[in-house]
């Protein structure tokens, strides 16, 4: 940490003791308290069945319409999705942002906050005592203030300018936007990711991703589920997969074929910090600007990083995928192969055994996540065959993707999507058992601007 970001925190938060100590405690903190992992799952035997549903394929129906954005849904019945266009610049995104989706962003983003900082009991446990006291003193705000005054000097300042617009449009109040978005730095979902090309897939010039998300489905987010596409005054039009209100990167696809996927990490890795650029805009940042594999690969190099987590970045053009290993000191580059130097006790921890382990490595396939041992066995089977169709029924054989599941064809430019039941919908809870919706993401991405004034 630069002694003038250190400083800077001290003077607001009144004691640089109570900005160090926190650090390290928060940064011991990244185990998702909402996901409790069970490393026999998977081991042996595959938890799920497969997903049959057919996804939908449709044509966006339009909503509503004003100067700078364009709301749509796809999807049908109970598997419905908020597609929303915004245009221009930071501010003016946000704003669009902010009018077409007012209703659900009031609705959502505090409530999602309230169920976080009602679980804030469960998640300190994590923490030893003294740290564990300590935050209970500042609370949650004080929390994710802190997370904020460490990450700002590092963080561009058009994410903050969207939250702005954001906020004036919705009504929703700037400082709760802003802690809902220091949520991911201090706590870490479950999730599984994988890449597969050439030999791998049943189209050898394909490019397949999936990114799986396993966190909270009860916390509101699955009741406004949204594909915001950016259409922004600089840098790559690009989709990002979320909610009502979100506006980091936690999913998402750009126009150049480049998407991301990430799982948090329960070990860490060599050195960790909270004084640096969130890993969601980061990510972010991954697909609005590089245009390629390597591009990002150098972003995410000369990063100022912070904590440990696994991050996945696919390239359509180039049908490559590359695994992660990311934190404040370390950022190891991971491929088919070379995927077996990740410390064997990390493998046995998501449920793959020795058997697995010495088997895990397959040619043009990265796959990481919850339920390894799963994972190894129906990967070995459909190593060759594997397509959008398959992956989709995969994830449910595994069970992975709890709140959010999404299967990439950055070849052939369309994206899959699946969201957990909301509160009023009916069918199955988990988005890896739901109907998926099919997007076709170059018309997405070539929908023009509203011609209003």
């Known amino acids: 940490i630069s002694s003038g970001c250190c400083a800077n925190s001290a003077n607001k938060m009144q004691t640089a003791a109570v900005v160090l100590i926190v650090l390290v405690g928060l940064c011991a903190a990244h185990k998702s308290y909402l996901i409790p992992e069970d490393p026999s799952i998977g081991a042996t035997s595959c938890p799920g069945q497969p997903n049959t549903n057919v996804p939908w394929t449709g044509t966006p129906t339009l909503v509503k319409e004003m100067a700078n954005g364009s709301l749509y849904t796809v999807g049908e019945d109970d598997d419905q999705i908020n597609v929303l266009h915004v245009y221009g610049s930071p501010y003016d995104m946000g704003y669009a942002h902010g009018t077409l989706l007012k209703d659900s962003i009031l609705k959502v983003i505090p409530a999602f906050y309230e169920r976080s900082e009602a679980e804030l009991e469960a998640y300190i446990t994590f923490l030893p005592k003294d740290v564990a006291d300590l935050i209970v003193h500042l609370g949650f705000d004080g929390a994710l203030d802190l997370t904020y005054l460490l990450t700002e000097h590092y963080t561009p300042a058009y994410f903050y300018e969207e939250m702005r617009g954001l906020a004036d449009a919705s009504g929703i109040d700037y400082i709760l936007l802003r802690r809902v978005h220091m949520i991911p730095e201090l706590i870490k979902a479950g999730c599984s990711m994988l890449g597969a090309w050439g030999t791998a897939t049943a189209d050898p010039l394909g490019m397949l991703q999936v990114r799986a998300l ?25 989709a990002n997969v979320g909610w009502a209100g979100w506006i980091a990167s936690i999913s998402g696809m750009s126009s150049k074929g480049i998407a991301m996927s990430e799982k948090h990490a329960d070990i860490e890795f060599g050195v960790e910090s909270r004084a640096g650029i969130p890993f969601h805009f980061l990510m972010r940042d991954v697909i609005q600007f590089d245009n390629s594999l390597e591009d990002a690969i150098r972003r995410i190099q000369e990063a100022h990083r912070t904590c440990s987590i696994w991050l996945g970045v696919g390239d359509g053009n180039t049908k490559a995928f590359r695994l992660f290993e990311y934190s404040y000191s370390t950022c190891e580059i991971l491929d088919d192969k070379n995927i077996t130097m990740i410390n064997e006790t990390r493998f046995n921890r998501e449920g793959c055994n020795d058997t697995c382990y010495h088997n895990y490595a397959m040619s043009d396939l990265v796959y990481w996540g919850v339920h390894l041992g799963c994972w190894n066995e129906v990967l070995r089977d459909a190593h060759g065959t594997i397509s959008p169709t398959a992956l989709i029924q995969l994830l449910g054989v595994v069970q992975t993707g709890d709140l959010q599941s999404i299967v ?11 969201n957990a039941r909301a509160d009023i919908e009916t069918g199955p809870d988990n988005a890896y058992d739901r109907k998926y919706v099919e997007l076709d993401m170059n018309q997405l991405f070539q929908v023009p601007k509203p011609s209003l004034v």
């Open 214 to 238: 396993d966190f909270d489905t009860t916390a509101s987010l699955q009741d406004a589920p949204t594909v915001v596409v950016y259409h922004p005054d600089e840098g790559n039009v690009f």
């Open 408 to 418: 990439y064809d950055l070849a052939g430019m369309k994206m899959y999507v699946s």
